[in-house]
């Protein structure tokens, strides 16, 4: 046993020894989710499937490489993340509590080999639980198929072309494929077709500095859960996974997903953020301030969108006319990753408006309510929250000055901010 909940299967084990694994934990699963399973139970069985499916759509999947991992209920509510064979044993667990009879629906999506590579739960009246596949109670039609009465829950698969199931959705593949899936596998997954002019301009976004900063810093305000960003996005992202293209919530979360993309960012490391950050409470009420500015139509001044990060990021004060930051915030962080907030701010500012925007006034004030005060806020002005930029202190000026120190210490600072333990 690795952490509680949490068990290793050996390495490169065979599709066999996996399913006997998952059969050994079962009953565990159930008896863990024996106070808690009730709290998924709808007006009938259909609706009590579409309860666990929102909830397991809102999880950050990522599948286990060659080292195969069975995680209980325990471990998969904490981790919040896992793979289809996480999801299929909690799923299970939950419907043996409520007594609602059920299979391990088994699939292989090649037409010349039956091994399975999915596993997901399929209800003795019909209804799929595959929340790997993107859309309640659908699923890709498999070349082979197999239903296994509960008591069995697990498989992994193989990362391959041949095995990949696809969705239209952000979170799909069959079990062993999105642990090492980069921006552009990703593009090709959800059926995005790139050219190849636009395939070298995301290639370019990935290795400027600047932008390996602004990302960074969009991830740790999101991990954060400045001005409760993070939760807005989860709710939007569980409200998509039961829509399909053309549908409000649906398109929102694709037009996100594509600007990160277009940034040079990977979605899978951008849902990883929001995954971390929904579980935290929002902080950083000059944060939210700005995001309710931005969601309403209103513009907010570079030297605000600094101040309210640096507050949320590090409890510390930022003035946007000298520039300066005080306050001892949080202790440990180096200078350099201060220094590259303000730096790379044009670039992030971008990112967080264009986020903000996508997800509407409804969104940001949902997850924003409540929002605690940062150490290091200063006090909004009577006349609004936001007072915009003039230029100057963080203007032309400050980042003409501060772009050299950009442009020599970005792969270091970057590389702090992603490997940074929150």
């Excluded at 068990?7 to 989710?33: D, H």
């Excluded at 993340?81 to 043996?96: P, R």
């Excluded at 003035?319 to 915030?329: D, E, K, V, W, Y």
Aim: some cysteine.
């Amino acid at each position: 046993m690795l952490k509680p909940g949490i068990y290793k299967v050996k390495q490169n084990a065979t599709n066999g020894q996996l399913q006997a694994a998952i059969e050994s934990v079962i009953p565990m699963a159930t008896k863990q989710m024996a106070s808690q399973a009730k709290q998924y139970k709808g007006k009938n069985d259909l609706e009590t499937c579409r309860n666990i499916f929102v909830f397991l759509k809102g999880l950050n999947y990522k599948a286990d490489g060659n080292e195969q991992q069975v995680r209980l209920p325990s471990a998969l509510m904490r981790t919040r993340t896992g793979d289809c064979k996480s999801y299929s044993v909690y799923t299970s667990a939950v419907l043996s509590n409520l007594n609602i009879p059920h299979y391990l629906t088994y699939t292989s999506y090649n037409p010349s080999d039956k091994t399975p590579t999915h596993v997901y739960v399929t209800t003795k009246d019909g209804c799929i639980i595959d929340a790997v596949y993107g859309i309640f109670n659908k699923e890709k039609k498999p070349s082979f198929k197999i239903n296994k009465p509960m008591n069995i829950s697990y498989i992994a698969g193989i990362k391959s072309p041949s095995r990949k199931i696809g969705n239209v959705n952000n979170t799909s593949g069959a079990c062993g494929i999105m642990a090492t899936e980069g921006a552009l596998e990703w593009a090709s997954r959800n059926g995005i077709n790139l050219t190849n002019a636009q395939k070298i301009a995301i290639g370019a976004q990935k290795v400027l500095p600047a932008a390996m900063i602004g990302r960074a810093v969009v991830r740790n305000i999101i991990q954060k859960n400045a001005g409760g960003i993070a939760t807005s996005l989860q709710a939007a992202r569980v409200a998509a996974g039961s829509q399909r293209p053309g549908q409000p919530d649906w398109d929102r979360i694709r037009k996100i997903e594509l600007n990160w993309l277009n940034k040079g960012g990977n979605p899978n490391e951008l849902y990883e953020s929001i995954t971390e950050g929904s579980t935290k409470t929002p902080t950083g009420k000059k944060f939210y301030e700005v995001l309710q500015t931005l969601s309403s139509g209103g513009s907010v001044g570079l030297g605000d969108y600094i101040a309210a990060a640096i507050s949320a990021l590090f409890g510390k004060k930022y003035n946007p006319a000298t520039g300066a930051i005080t306050g001892t915030g949080i202790m440990g962080e180096p200078a350099t990753t201060t220094t590259a907030v303000v730096t790379s701010a044009p670039w992030w500012q971008a990112a967080i408006k264009e986020i903000t925007i996508a997800l509407g006034t409804a969104y940001i004030n949902r997850g924003g309510a409540g929002t605690r005060g940062a150490a290091g806020e200063i006090p909004t002005t009577p006349t609004g929250p936001i007072t915009p930029d003039t230029g100057a202190g963080t203007g032309e000026g400050l980042r003409r000055n501060l772009t050299p120190i950009l442009l020599i210490g970005g792969a270091a600072a970057a590389l702090y901010f992603i490997t940074k333990k929150k």
